[in-house]
């Protein structure tokens, strides 16, 4: 596997896993609305969308990887007008996308990625 390849399937797993766990965890009132803002801004989602920008639109095997990305930029950007339009329950579709696709990453590469209690 590529160097560069490796950097962006750990980069993507990482941010989408601290994702998950971030969004579990204020779902279960354990972190307040601006700490899971601000755990999700600390991903830096925008810099991996940057430094892999080519390898994302360039091969369609990192389509997963576009998936969980957008999903957490859309979620950085947008949040507290979808909670406050759509309420805890638009989280749930983003908790399943990023699930759904670290899964394809995982197996993309030959791993095998624990389940998040609900998320598929």
């Known amino acids: 596997m590529p160097a560069e390849s490796k950097g962006i399937n750990e980069a993507v797993?990482?941010?989408?896993?601290?994702?998950?766990?971030?969004?579990q965890?204020?779902?279960?009132?354990r972190v307040s609305r601006q700490a899971l803002l601000a755990g999700l801004s600390d991903l830096h989602v925008g810099d991996i969308l940057s430094r892999h920008w080519n390898e994302l639109v360039s091969d369609a095997r990192y389509v997963p990887?576009?998936?969980?990305?957008?999903?957490?930029?859309?979620?950085?950007d947008e949040m507290e007008?979808?909670?406050k339009q759509y309420g805890e329950s638009t989280l749930h579709e983003d908790i399943r996308i990023i699930a759904m696709n670290l899964q394809r990453i995982a197996e993309?590469?030959?791993?095998v990625l624990k389940s998040h209690k609900g998320a598929l």
């Open 25 to 29: 965890q204020f779902l279960s009132g």
């Open 13 to 23: 797993m990482e941010a989408g896993k601290k994702s998950l766990g971030l969004i």
């Open 108 to 111: 993309q590469n030959g791993q």
């Open 65 to 76: 990887h576009w998936q969980v990305l957008q999903t957490l930029q859309g979620l950085t």
């Open 81 to 83: 007008y979808q909670l």
